[in-house]
T-cell receptor, first 115, second 118 residues
Framework: AQTVTQSQPEMSVQEAETVTLSCTYD???????LFWYKQPPSRQMILVIR??????QNATENRFSVNFQKAAKSFSLKISDSQLGDTAMYFC????????????FGTGTSLTVIP | EAGVAQSPRYKIIEKRQSVAFWCNPI?????LYWYQQILGQGPKLLIQ????????DSQLPKDRFSAERLKGVDSTLKIQPAKLEDSAVYLC????????????????FGPGTRLTVL
């Protein structure tokens, strides 16, 4: 079975600074995908960034980037130039390749951006 | 492109009552998911449809939960009878196709239905 662990239940960061959210996962699969989703207080889950495990290059999306360490089974999210709108729950998710897209979610990290 | 629609947004019922939730996925998305998100936890998959067929319902409490996706578009999730521990947000998500490619398999979520069972 796949498990996804987010060891930081809560984090805070000053506006305009950088913060890193941690995620580790356990799997015996070699092909898979990893995602970070954001869930603001309105509760609509929004995709932040995705990474395909076969790609060595870390994914980036504007202010969001990941540090994907496949051997260590680590997938951290870095948010640069934090903005007040980044305040949300962040979920790390794992999806096996070719299994009908079942996601395994972590328990989430609540991020607060402080003005 | 319209997003995933869900209704109602909020529902309060007493235990042993019945409740139903509705989901309309993004147009053209073949795969639809229902998740249960208990406060303080990540979403847990209840059931997954591909078109109108069930792909995975291994975590669906079938003695009280049921779901259908007639015609492969809209879906309803029903709880009968509800228990206190069913209080949660029920999220619906859809993805374009089970292609095994992350760009197509990304799940898009609806706003959720917050259920409170008293």
């Amino acid at each position: 079975a796949q498990t996804v662990t987010q060891s930081q239940p809560e984090m805070s960061v000053q506006e305009a600074e950088t913060v890193t959210l941690s995620c580790t996962y356990d799997t015996s699969e070699s092909n898979y995908y990893l995602f970070w989703y954001k869930q603001p207080p309105s509760r609509q889950m929004i995709l932040v960034i995705r990474q395909e495990a076969y790609k060595q290059q870390n994914a980036t999306e504007n202010r969001f980037s990941v540090n994907f360490q496949k051997a260590a089974k680590s997938f951290s999210l870095k948010i640069s130039d934090s903005q007040l709108g980044d305040t949300a729950m962040y979920f790390c998710a794992f999806m096996k390749h070719w299994t009908g897209n079942q996601f395994y979610f972590g328990t989430g990290t609540s991020l607060t951006v402080i003005p | 492109e319209a997003g995933v629609a869900q209704s109602p947004r909020y529902k309060i019922i007493e235990k042993r009552q019945s409740v139903a939730f509705w989901c309309n996925p993004i147009s053209g998305h073949a795969t639809l998911y229902w998740y249960q998100q208990i406060l303080g936890q990540g979403p847990k998959l209840l059931i997954q449809f591909q078109n109108n067929g069930v792909v995975d319902d291994s975590q669906l409490p079938k003695d009280r939960f049921s779901a259908e996706r007639l015609k492969g578009v809209d879906s309803t999730l029903k709880i009968q009878p509800a228990k206190l521990e069913d209080s949660a947000v029920y999220l619906c998500a859809s993805s374009r196709s089970p292609s095994g490619r992350a760009t197509l398999d990304t799940q898009y979520f609806g706003p959720g239905t917050r259920l409170t069972v008293l």
